[in-house]
């Protein structure tokens, strides 16, 4: 059978770093505060000149440098954003056009913090239906952009930044020790919107609106929709929370990664965590993370690696794939 294998990975993050402290002037809040309650350090902030679609760019170059690929090699670019360039057209369009890709087809996916675990899913269903033989799958967002810098709740957890991957076909015999992606599982819940969302929009306010979060609902329903879509793939590949090498989790929140960690029974040192120093980047924070732990040689081929991310709408969703 078709396997999604991924042959490289690449990051790319805005010039400047904003430290906790630099939001002490801002709102009354604290560096000591923001690190007991979120884990988070510092986050990188969009400056003149970078946006999603130039940061998506710079990530996908570094994935295709990585995978020893040339952006003609790829037929398909699945862009995972809540921040986009324009409302229309993709944003993953405008990265094709910045790569000098004239063939394939390319798309945005919006599901929130949850966006690229839903896109490496979308893109490995278009490989193995034979649609496509190299994917770049890329996860970019300019948080800064839709937060209220007033509001001391959400403005000192998001940052910006982007990550992506190449995911190509390749045969496998039907395992799960094939390389590759072997299972995911995807779930959404609309009854959930008004917990975190945006105050705006094209069709509604005809503007871009501000980011809104009511962060004890988020939190109280995260470790077991985390636990729930983690077990299913889980399930799915026949394998359990000790088969496992690494878990690569949203980058939400210190306090949710790891009651969810042990809510699966998975180890601590197993746990990717980079919250600290990118913030919450939304569908940027698990590609983000994945470079971190593959560029410093944790993540290292044939490893078996789980995705897992959830977010506004409520969206969440995890993937396994084995390096």
């Excluded at 862009?79 to 390319?106: C, Y």
């Excluded at 390389?179 to 009854?191: I, N, Q, Y």
């Excluded at 962060?215 to 879509?229: C, L, N, P, S, W």
């Amino acid at each position: 059978m078709l396997r999604s294998v991924v042959r490289g990975v690449g990051s790319a993050l805005p010039r400047r770093i904003m430290k906790n402290t630099e939001f002490e002037g801002l709102v009354d809040t604290s560096d000591e505060w923001i690190v007991q309650r979120t884990g988070i350090r510092q986050r990188y902030i969009a400056g003149d000149g970078e946006t999603t679609a130039s940061l998506g760019e710079a990530a996908a170059r570094a994935a295709l440098a990585n995978g020893g690929l040339e952006p003609r090699d790829i037929d398909l670019i699945v862009l995972a954003t809540s921040t986009p360039n324009n409302t229309f057209p993709a944003t993953a369009v405008e990265v094709q056009q910045r790569l000098g890709i004239r063939h394939g087809f390319a798309f945005d996916m919006q599901a929130v913090c949850s966006g690229f675990v839903y896109a490496v899913a979308t893109a490995d269903a278009h490989i193995r239906a034979g649609l496509c033989k190299r994917a770049l799958v890329i996860g970019s967002e300019t948080f800064s952009r839709i937060l209220d810098w007033s509001d001391r709740t959400t403005c000192v957890l998001f940052g910006d930044g982007a990550g992506a991957l190449v995911l190509e076909a390749h045969e496998g015999e039907g395992s799960v020790a094939d390389r590759g992606v072997l299972a995911a599982s995807l779930r959404s819940d609309g009854t959930h919107k008004d917990k975190l969302y945006v105050d705006g929009g094209p069709s509604t306010t005809g503007t871009v609106g501000q980011l809104r979060m009511e962060g004890r609902e988020v939190f109280k329903h995260a470790a077991g929709m985390i636990t729930d879509v983690v077990e299913g793939t889980f399930a799915q590949a026949g394998i359990t929370a000790d088969d496992l090498s690494w878990f690569v989790p949203h980058q939400a929140n210190k306090r949710i990664i790891d009651a969810s960690a042990k809510k699966l029974g998975i180890a601590e040192e197993k746990v990717v965590v980079t919250v600290d120093l990118h913030g919450n980047t939304s569908a940027a924070s698990v590609p983000l993370a994945l470079d971190v732990a593959v560029k410093d040689g944790r993540i290292r081929k044939g490893d078996l690696v789980m995705l897992e991310a959830m977010g506004g709408g409520f969206t969440w969703g995890a993937v396994l794939i084995r390096w």
